[in-house]
């Protein structure tokens, strides 16, 4: 315990950890639960991507879509490979857990986690044609924007540094995603992407989660956390909603 004191002393002065055999049970919990999620998410992400690449309606939209599965699977594996050093097995993790499947497009499941992997809710629901892919991606860009700005700082520094080395390749991704949104509005596509941000928009929110304050002030204590759910949530709102007017639609 006395050791433990110690170290969250050291965390919340701004220290780091470097490597898998000076971080405590406790930490390296929270730090596995973290990188499981990322993980999951681009996993489940790029699976269902993936199955829209042929429905771009051109070549360079298709081009743009498997290059975005190809960089969401490579982060992913970026970051599953420091979790193999803490022993995950990394040689079944893409084969283990079935990252195409998806709920009904009716289902409402809020902020539930999948029963088999830890992905985001809202990677459970299914992408409903290009339009919709196009939305989807571009509203999720602008949120793993907020949540990977708030990991970058985390106090596990090869985590810290994959996250800051992937921060620019989803961002791109978000600049094919309004490059293709434009692109759909211009050619009078409004009423399907007006469609899909009403469906993605409370969903990709939710992904944002409600931790409790003692909770939070936990992971604030370990250096995994700043800022709460609620105040990701609003930033990442009050930049999508910026984008979506500049589509000419409107947020739920």
Same mark, same amino acid.
């Given at each position: 315990?006395?050791?433990?004191?110690?170290?969250?002393?050291?965390? !919340?002065?701004?220290?780091?950890?470097?490597?898998?055999?000076?971080?405590?049970? #406790?930490?390296?919990?929270?730090?596995?639960?973290?990188?499981? %999620?990322? &993980?999951? /998410?681009?996993?489940?992400? $790029?699976?269902?991507?993936?199955?829209?690449?042929? *429905?771009?309606?051109?070549?360079?939209?298709?081009?743009?879509?498997?290059?975005?599965?190809?960089?969401?699977?490579?982060?992913?594996?970026? &970051?599953?490979?420091?979790?193999?050093?803490?022993?995950?097995?990394?040689? #079944?993790? $893409? @084969?283990?857990?079935?990252? @195409?499947?998806?709920?009904?497009?009716?289902?409402?499941?809020?902020?539930?986690? /999948?029963?088999?992997?830890?992905?985001?809710?809202?990677?459970?629901?299914?992408?409903?044609?290009?339009?919709?892919?196009?939305?989807?991606?571009?509203?999720?860009? #602008?949120?793993?924007?907020?949540?990977?700005?708030?990991?970058?700082?985390?106090?596990?520094?090869?985590?810290?540094?994959?996250?800051?080395?992937?921060?620019?390749?989803? $961002?791109?991704?978000? !600049?094919?995603?309004?490059?293709?949104?434009?692109?759909? =509005?211009?050619?009078?596509?409004?009423? $399907?992407? *007006?469609?899909?941000?009403?469906?993605?928009?409370?969903?990709?929110?939710? /992904?944002?989660? %409600? =931790?409790? =304050?003692?909770?939070? *002030? /936990?992971?604030?204590?370990?250096?995994?956390?700043?800022? %709460?759910?609620? !105040?990701?949530?609003?930033?990442?709102?009050?930049?999508?909603?910026? &984008?979506?007017? *500049?589509?000419?639609?409107?947020?739920?």
């Amino acid at each position: 315990m006395a050791e433990d004191m110690t170290l969250e002393r050291y965390l !919340e002065a701004g220290g780091v950890l470097t490597n898998p055999t000076n971080v405590p049970p #406790r930490y390296r919990a929270e730090l596995m639960k973290l990188m499981a %999620t990322f &993980v999951d /998410s681009e996993l489940a992400g $790029a699976a269902g991507f993936a199955e829209v690449i042929n *429905q771009g309606p051109g070549i360079k939209e298709r081009i743009a879509a498997a290059k975005i599965v190809l960089e969401k699977t490579d982060n992913a594996d970026r &970051v599953l490979k420091i979790m193999g050093e803490f022993g995950a097995d990394i040689d #079944r993790y $893409a @084969t283990h857990h079935p990252w @195409t499947a998806r709920l009904d497009r009716n289902a409402d499941i809020g902020m539930t986690r /999948s029963e088999h992997d830890m992905r985001l809710a809202v990677f459970n629901y299914p992408i409903d044609g290009w339009a919709d892919a196009v939305i989807m991606n571009l509203l999720m860009s #602008r949120a793993v924007a907020e949540q990977l700005a708030e990991f970058s700082t985390i106090s596990y520094q090869p985590l810290a540094e994959a996250f800051r080395a992937i921060a620019p390749i989803e $961002a791109h991704h978000g !600049e094919l995603a309004l490059e293709g949104a434009v692109k759909l =509005a211009a050619e009078g596509e409004s009423a $399907a992407l *007006q469609r899909s941000v009403d469906y993605w928009w409370p969903r990709v929110a939710a /992904s944002f989660g %409600t =931790a409790t =304050a003692e909770k939070l *002030q /936990s992971l604030r204590n370990m250096g995994l956390r700043r800022l %709460t759910g609620a !105040e990701l949530k609003t930033r990442w709102s009050t930049e999508a909603a910026r &984008v979506v007017d *500049q589509l000419g639609l409107k947020t739920p």
